[in-house]
């Protein structure tokens, strides 16, 4: 079974970088590559949201048009871990950030599987 831990959430002020990662466990030699990538996000209120993702294969990326620019995902995976570096941030972009993997087919709408117990970000203003 595969288990994705998130880490590196926080209280930063609006403008501030944070940097999450997502771990993957479980996954024997290999698979984490195999798996497509996203991370998501919920607000209080609101939905939850696809903001970024990247594929197995070549590493194509997709960011919802409320990051883009700002945010970059990126994978390691040697390490199995995942990236979200996040800049310029706003008090919109709080919310808890959830980190996901699809091991279907390369695609960057991706169908999640797994899921991260989440990571709290808090942008205050």
């Known amino acids: 079974q595969v288990q994705l831990v998130e880490s590196g959430g926080g209280l930063v002020q609006t403008g501030g970088s944070l940097r999450l990662s997502c771990v993957a466990s479980?996954?024997?030699?290999?698979?984490?590559?195999?798996?497509?990538m996203g991370w998501f996000r919920q607000a209080p209120g609101k939905e939850h949201e696809l903001i970024a993702s990247?594929?197995?294969?070549?590493?194509?990326?997709y960011y919802a048009n409320s990051v883009e620019g700002r945010f970059t995902i990126s994978r390691d995976n040697a390490k199995n871990t995942m990236y979200l570096q996040m800049n310029s941030l706003k008090p919109e972009d709080t919310a808890v950030y959830h980190c996901?993997?699809?091991?279907?087919?390369?695609?960057?709408?991706?169908?999640?599987?797994?899921w991260g117990q989440g990571t709290q970000v808090t942008v205050s203003s």
């Open positions: 479980g996954a024997s030699g290999g698979t984490f590559s195999r798996f497509n």
């Open positions: 990247i594929t197995s294969s070549d590493e194509s990326t």
């Open positions: 996901a993997a699809d091991p279907g087919g390369d695609r960057l709408k991706i169908s999640p599987a797994y």
